[in-house]
């Protein structure tokens, strides 16, 4: 069972690059770490997915080190849009036969301000 | 736009009464969970089918929770005696899934969800 250790919230002024970390120390061989976003009064956004080194698309970087017990989602010149929850999700292998559970955790609760 | 799509949006109950929740999933997507969401927590896995079978349901929290995907589309989402602890944001996501087992590369869409308040 790989849980996920993120700060509960972090403040940034309006185009600033934000570095958000999870620990996931007990991760295991196979475990992709996915990164979601979700805004209040919707259900959460993929954001971005990567098994190691780092992955990057049109909204964020994903960095992951070569031990994969944590990674960072960057966020490059945020916006006040950017205002959300960030979760960071790897394997829950709480059920053998189903596979994995995707679950949550609390996330990281990200205010940008002007 | 052809999202997962949930009705209602929200609802009120009284304690005791049933409510039943719809989701309607992205037309190619085989597989479809259930999840709970309360205030200040991450959502919480319930259930999810492929296609029709509903493969894991131990996650659901009680025998009052019942879950549905009758012809591998749309889902319903059923509590029965509702009490004020199911006050909660109830998700709906979908996803293209290979295999029976669930795998944590699936990337979910998710619904707006229903939010339920029992009085």
């Known amino acids: 069972l790989a849980k996920t250790t993120q700060p509960i919230s972090m403040d940034s002024y309006e185009g600033q690059e934000v570095n958000i970390t999870c620990s996931h120390n007990n991760i295991a061989t196979n475990d992709y770490i996915t990164w979601y976003q979700q805004f209040p009064s919707q259900g959460p956004r993929f954001i971005i997915q990567g098994y190691k080194t780092k992955v990057t698309n049109e909204v964020a970087s994903l960095f992951i080190p070569a031990d994969r017990k944590s990674s960072t989602l960057s966020l490059p010149r945020v916006s006040l849009s950017d205002t959300a929850v960030y979760y960071c999700?790897?394997?829950?292998?709480?059920?053998?036969?189903?596979?994995?559970?995707?679950?949550f955790g609390k996330g990281t609760s990200l205010l940008v301000t002007p | 736009d052809t999202g997962v799509s949930q009705d209602p949006r929200h609802k009120i109950t009284k304690r005791g009464q049933n409510v039943t929740f719809r989701c309607d999933p992205i037309?190619?997507?085989?597989?479809l969970y259930w999840y709970r969401q309360t205030l200040g927590q991450g959502p919480e896995f319930l259930t999810y089918f492929q296609n029709e079978a509903q493969l894991e349901k131990s996650r659901l929290l009680s025998d009052r929770f019942s879950a549905e995907r009758p012809k591998g589309s749309f889902s319903t989402l059923e509590i029965q005696r509702t009490e004020q602890g199911d006050s909660a944001m109830y998700l709906c996501a979908s996803s293209v899934g290979q295999g029976r087992r669930l795998q944590l590369n699936e990337k979910l869409f998710f619904g707006s969800g229903t939010q339920l308040s029992v009085l």
């Open positions: 037309s190619e997507h085989n597989r």
């Open positions: 999700l790897v394997g829950d292998r709480s059920n053998s036969n189903s596979g994995y559970a995707l679950n």
